[in-house]
């Protein structure tokens, strides 16, 4: 398995992050995107830094690792900012731009300056020939986030030819369609196991294996049974069960073309030991 999206560089982590890795190995997770936004732009390096702190490390999985600003973090976006996150887009370990986007549900930071921060991000990371992966979270009981997201995408994003992810996806089945027709994958988390996640199951469930992704979003949306608790990467196999229970399918089999897709979507080789 691999878990697409996981913040390894959380605080939550620091006393035990060795032990939590090996434990991911143990359940089968081979390989770890870990996303870079930090606790702000000033340590959206430090997924990068864990990368290669664990990369000659026996049983765990290989790291990887995203850089980005986080659209709640756009408030604190500066050209310093910037030209960090281009640096980091430069190193080899780094396989794309990301979490950034737009969250309408909080609005941490100003809807326009978020679009500001996003456009920016996508300039940078379309420089640097690296994809996206985004958050996207609207008002509550609105597509407000999903219309403007997908609208900048198709403007500015699809002519790099680049696509990207959506992470942990809760959008319509149409933005699942809009983004795969931008040449996106789509990833689940573990809030697709809780009792009130049936409209994101029936998407999970209609899109192409082919196009999926698995994630944890560790350490939040610890999925059922583990809800309440500090998510961690060895539980993105509960979102694979889930899935290959959607679709009639044995977990492995959802394990295993998620790893491929993950492969073939980032070209890097997939650890099969």
């Known amino acids: 398995m691999i878990d697409s999206h996981c913040h390894l560089d959380s605080p939550r982590y620091d006393e035990d992050r060795a ?22 732009p000033e340590t959206m390096h430090r997924a990068l830094e864990i990368s290669r702190e664990y990369a000659s490390r026996a049983g765990v999985p ?3 690792a995203s850089a980005g600003i986080h659209p709640h973090e756009a408030r604190l976006a500066s050209e310093a900012a910037y030209a960090k996150l281009d640096g980091l887009l430069h ?14 549900f909080y609005d941490h930071s100003p809807r326009d300056e978020q679009k500001i921060v996003f456009a920016r991000q996508m300039e940078i990371a379309a420089g ?8 996207c979270r609207p008002s509550q009981n609105s597509t407000d986030a999903w219309d403007d997201t ?32 931008l040449g996106f994958q789509i990833s ?69 073309q998620t790893a491929a897709n993950f492969g073939a979507f980032f070209e890097v080789e997939i650890s099969r030991s």
């Open 150 to 181: 997908l609208a900048m995408l198709k403007a500015q994003w699809n002519p790099t030819g680049l696509g990207g992810i959506l992470h942990c996806f809760t959008g319509e089945q149409r933005h699942a369609d809009e983004a795969m027709e």
């Open 188 to 256: 689940f988390a573990g809030n697709i196991t809780f009792p009130k996640a049936q409209a994101i199951r029936d998407v999970a469930a209609a899109i192409p294996l082919e196009r999926m992704l698995i994630e944890t979003d560790a350490p939040f949306l610890a999925p059922v049974p583990n809800r309440g608790k500090r998510n961690e990467p060895a539980w993105v196999k509960e979102v694979a069960v889930t899935i290959a229970g959607l679709r009639g399918l044995e977990s492995e089999e959802v394990a295993n």
């Open 19 to 40: 032990a939590l890795l090996e434990r991911a190995w143990a359940a089968g997770v081979r390989e770890i995107l870990s996303i870079g936004i930090g606790e702000g």
């Open 91 to 104: 190193e080899p370990e780094v396989l794309a731009c990301g979490e950034i986007g737009l969250d309408y």
């Open 128 to 135: 640097r020939r690296k994809p996206i992966v985004i958050h």
């Open 62 to 64: 290989k790291i990887w």
